[in-house]
Nanobody, 125 residues
């Protein structure tokens, strides 16, 4: 599967952005999908993940209550709605996918085989 992340940009603190992760290739509904981010000088960190059907989601504590992950398997797309953005959310955001047999989620980067190219999110104070 090939992944294309988009939707990043520059926004003021308190604003919102919606990232999209569009997939092409094999049947998208067999893949669990996650979002990760990497700020300059920092390691890549987990942000959110969603199961194959979308019935299970999981968030990092730092974004819980502000970010929402969702998916539309008919459109082969996963979304990350980001509200109440903070300067510390500034990073390159990556989507990732991996095949799972069950309805679980994956929360570490090493569990994911397929990665998108990343989209820059900059939050100004």
């Amino acid at each position: 599967v090939q992944l294309q992340a988009s939707g990043g940009g520059l926004v003021q603190a308190g604003g919102s952005l919606r990232l999209s992760c569009a997939a092409s290739g094999r049947t998208f509904s067999i893949y669990t999908v996650g979002w990760f981010r990497q700020a300059p000088g920092k390691e890549r960190e987990f942000v959110a993940a969603i199961s194959r059907s979308g019935g299970t989601t999981y968030y990092a504590d730092s974004v819980k209550g502000r970010f929402t992950i969702s998916r539309d398997n008919a459109k082969n797309t996963v979304y990350l709605q980001m509200n109440s953005l903070k300067p510390e959310d500034t990073a390159v955001y990556y989507c990732a996918a991996d095949y799972t047999r069950s309805e679980g989620v994956l929360t570490t980067s090493r569990q994911y085989e397929y990665w998108g190219q990343g989209t820059q999110v900059t939050v100004s104070s």
